[in-house]
T-cell receptor, first 116, second 111 residues
Framework: DVKVTQSSRYLVKRTGEKVFLECVQD?????MFWYRQDPGLGLRLIYF???????EKGDIPEGYSVSREKKERFSLILESASTNQTSMYLC???????????????FGDGTRLSIL | SQQGEEDPQALSIQEGENATMNCSYK?????LQWYRQNSGRGLVHLIL?????REKHSGRLRVTLDTSKKSSSLLITASRAADTASYFC???????????FGQGTILTVHP
């Protein structure tokens, strides 16, 4: 069965800390995504990656960076955490068929991050 | 905005009733997908309908797509309390598998 695993379900960090959120998928998918989800704002794409070492900015990349050194792992980094980054973070992956998005995304269970 | 718009924002029904959620979008699309999210969990893919399809069924789910009106609907028949969740439509707008998600409909099914 398809599995996307996020390293933590809940995380509490302090303002100014460097925070790492890890995501691993076991489906050999090319695409991986990081979203944040906030009440009233829906899912917003932070960054995505379509191959190892490749990354593209999503809609709200400011304050974040990503790393994809291996195909199965996609890390989200908060360079200097701020309180407005308190949110639910969701990782997802999908495969590419003929170069277009006709494949579903598979999501992890999310990391609820609180920045104090 | 390129986001999909869903209505209603919230829907409360009794077990056994049908639930209908609607999604509208602004661009031309290749396909439209519906996802479900239980409280505090990740999203789960329910169904994908391609732009050349008008209707698709999966168990108690029925999805329609009207590309001329740029709208889709998700019907859940004979709802159960376990169907209580948020439901999102999503559609691709660019290469590389990127999806845009609607704001979601919160469905509550009372036993």
């Amino acid at each position: 069965d398809v599995k996307v695993t996020q390293s933590s379900r809940y995380l509490v960090k302090r303002t100014g800390e460097k925070v790492f959120l890890e995501c691993v998928q076991d489906m050999d998918h090319e695409n991986m995504f990081w979203y944040r989800q906030d009440p009233g704002l829906g899912l917003r794409l932070i960054y995505f990656s379509y191959d190892v070492k490749m990354k593209e900015k999503g809609d709200i990349p400011e304050g974040y960076s990503v790393s994809r050194e291996k195909k199965e792992r996609f890390s989200l980094i908060l360079e200097s955490a701020s309180t407005n980054q308190t949110s639910m973070y969701l990782c997802a992956s999908s495969s590419i068929v003929r170069g277009y998005s006709n494949q579903p995304q598979h999501f992890g269970d999310g990391t609820r991050l609180s920045i104090l | 905005s390129q986001q999909g718009e869903e209505d209603p924002q919230a829907l409360s029904i009794q077990e056994g009733e049908n639930a209908t959620m609607n999604c509208s979008y602004k661009t031309s699309i290749n396909n439209l997908q519906w996802y479900r999210q239980n409280s505090g969990r990740g999203l789960v893919h329910l169904i994908l309908i391609r732009s050349n399809e008008r209707e698709k069924h999966s168990g108690r789910l029925r999805v329609t797509l009207d590309t001329s009106k740029k709208s889709s609907s998700l019907l859940i028949t004979a709802s159960r309390a376990a169907d209580t969740a948020s439901y999102f439509c999503a559609f691709p707008i660019v290469f590389y598998g990127k999806l845009t998600f609607g704001q979601g409909t919160i469905l509550t099914v009372h036993p």
